[in-house]
């Protein structure tokens, strides 16, 4: 079993920025991939950005150039730098971690940017 444990949510204002971290613990095996997803109130939920154990990454088009992933393969964590906020970005956030052929989920963190 794999746990994810997720921090850094809150409330920011438009142009703010926040960090998200997620740590994972458990049978973790390569390659792997982890990741965000959100889910905006009232839509579903949806990629954000992904990060494999060799580095690559993926952004959707609504957060390049302004959300960065990255990850301590070391640690098994995760972060997910949230710059120039946006009212839009008003989600829960969701860390993800697939490895093998098992996918697994964090309990979520409350993003709100909001003036």
């Known amino acids: 079993q794999v746990q994810l444990v997720e921090s850094g949510g809150g409330l920011v204002q438009p142009g703010g920025s926040l960090r998200l971290s997620c740590a994972a613990s458990g049978s973790i095996f390569s390659p792997y991939f982890m990741g965000w997803y959100r889910q905006p109130p009232g839509k579903q939920r949806e990629l954000v950005a992904l990060?494999?154990?060799?580095?690559?990454?993926n952004y959707a088009d609504s957060v390049k150039g302004r959300f960065t992933i990255s990850s301590d393969n070391a640690k098994k964590i995760q972060y997910l730098q949230m710059d120039n906020l946006k009212p839009e970005d008003t989600a829960v956030y969701y860390c993800r971690l697939v490895t093998g052929v098992t996918g697994y989920w964090g309990q979520g963190t409350q993003v709100t940017v909001s003036s």
């Open positions: 990060i494999n154990n060799g580095g690559s990454t």
